[in-house]
């Protein structure tokens, strides 16, 4: 892969050696940035360079040699922009540890999806408050498996930022023939959509392992939609965002695929399987099992109604039965679309 110049952003850094980071790290170096991908543990980072694969999360994906793989995050901090992509319970720690190392200035842009558990706060709102202040921050979200991205197929994605210069910049510095962003500014609406659709999901697998059929996942899908939108609005984002890659488009794409960890975990539910016995099974992360009670909780305190996540957040974390939360959702009175 060949080193473009950017004038900008030359040198990116991503933190988190799971599937998403290592795929992202492959994109920038793509584009023809100079990369380096921290991961937490220094045996991930052993194996990976001595392998040059990371055999845990994207097996079968050659990394190539000017991947730079480091353990230390002074070497992320050190760079002109960082990928945040550790899970989005981690990522207020991982920034907390990243705040001393960080040149003053650079930008860091939050891959990962997800609402915090404990404060029902946002991934901007947990990684500004560990970061030092003023650090310009960006949204990355759309439809994206990693292991697509990660062999170079066609992929689209949403960037948002506050600052349309530093989002034209940052979008100069990853987009590449294959890996294709398009600019917001609705830092909001660009969170939200990533992080419930990993929530529905869930409600699309249970769909797909109860055999209850494409309509309902398509039923699902649409009033799945009507509760981002609910709450992206409540929370000052905009109903165009979610119209877009963030929102319909990585809906369509999570709730349509066994890729999806969240989907084939929903899907595992509905074949009758218990969530310990699944997530042992598993060192992969599916973030609607924190962010199921993390939007529910938010979207109480803002008197949202968000009934199939409500539905999800019973069954994993309630103790709800499957059939009778599924009953309870076909029992709700009729009502206008639009409502
Ligand atoms: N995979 C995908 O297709 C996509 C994922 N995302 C989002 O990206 C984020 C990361 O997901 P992904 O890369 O898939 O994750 P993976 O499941 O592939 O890997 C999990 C990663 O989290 C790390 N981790 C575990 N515990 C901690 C901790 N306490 N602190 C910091 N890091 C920790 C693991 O490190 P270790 O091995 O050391 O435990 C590992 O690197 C998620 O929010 C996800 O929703 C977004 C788009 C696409
Ligand atoms: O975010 C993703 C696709 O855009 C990945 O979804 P899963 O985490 O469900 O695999």
Not at 70 to 77: K, S
Not at 121 to 136: I, K, R, Y
Not at 173 to 184: M, Q
């Amino acid at each position: 892969m060949t080193t473009r110049v950017s004038p900008t952003f030359s040198r990116i850094g991503v933190i988190g050696g799971g599937a998403w980071g290592t795929a992202l790290a492959l994109a920038a170096l793509r584009a023809g940035r100079e990369t380096w991908l921290w991961a937490r543990e220094p045996a991930v980072v052993a194996a990976m360079t001595a392998e040059r694969e990371n055999r845990d999360y994207l097996p079968g994906v050659p990394l190539p040699p000017d991947l730079r793989v480091t353990n230390d995050l002074a070497d992320i901090g050190a760079c002109d922009a960082v990928l945040l992509v550790s899970p989005a319970q981690h990522a207020r720690a991982v920034c907390a540890r990243l705040a001393p190392v960080l040149r003053p200035g650079a930008p860091v842009v939050i891959c990962a999806k997800g609402i915090e558990l404990d404060s029902f706060a946002l991934m901007s709102e947990a990684v500004a408050a560990a970061l030092p202040a003023g650090t310009p921050l960006a949204i990355l979200s759309g439809p994206t498996f990693a292991a697509e991205v990660a062999r170079g197929l066609p992929t689209a994605v949403t960037l948002a930022c506050a600052d349309a210069g530093l989002g034209a910049g940052l979008v100069e510095a990853l987009g590449s023939r294959s890996f294709r962003p398009y600019r917001s500014d609705d830092v909001i609406g660009s969170q939200i959509g990533g992080a419930v659709k990993n929530v529905l999901a869930i409600a699309c697998g249970v769909v797909e392992g109860r055999k209850l059929g494409d309509n309902a996942r398509a039923a699902l899908i649409t009033r799945g939609l009507a509760e981002i939108t609910r709450l992206a609005l409540a929370l000052g984002g905009r109903a165009d965002t979610l119209m877009g890659l963030s929102g319909l488009g990585d809906l369509t794409l999570t709730c349509s695929s066994l890729q999806s960890r969240n989907m084939s975990l929903g899907a595992a539910l509905g074949e009758g399987r218990a969530l310990a016995d699944i997530l042992a099974a598993r060192r992969s992360v599916a973030e609607g099992v924190y962010t199921a009670a993390a939007v529910v909780g938010l979207a109480g305190r803002l008197g949202v109604d968000m009934p199939i996540c409500a539905a999800v957040d019973a069954i994993l974390n309630k103790g709800a039965s499957l059939d009778a939360t599924i009953e309870g959702l076909l029992s709700r009175p009729f009502r206008g679309e639009g409502e």
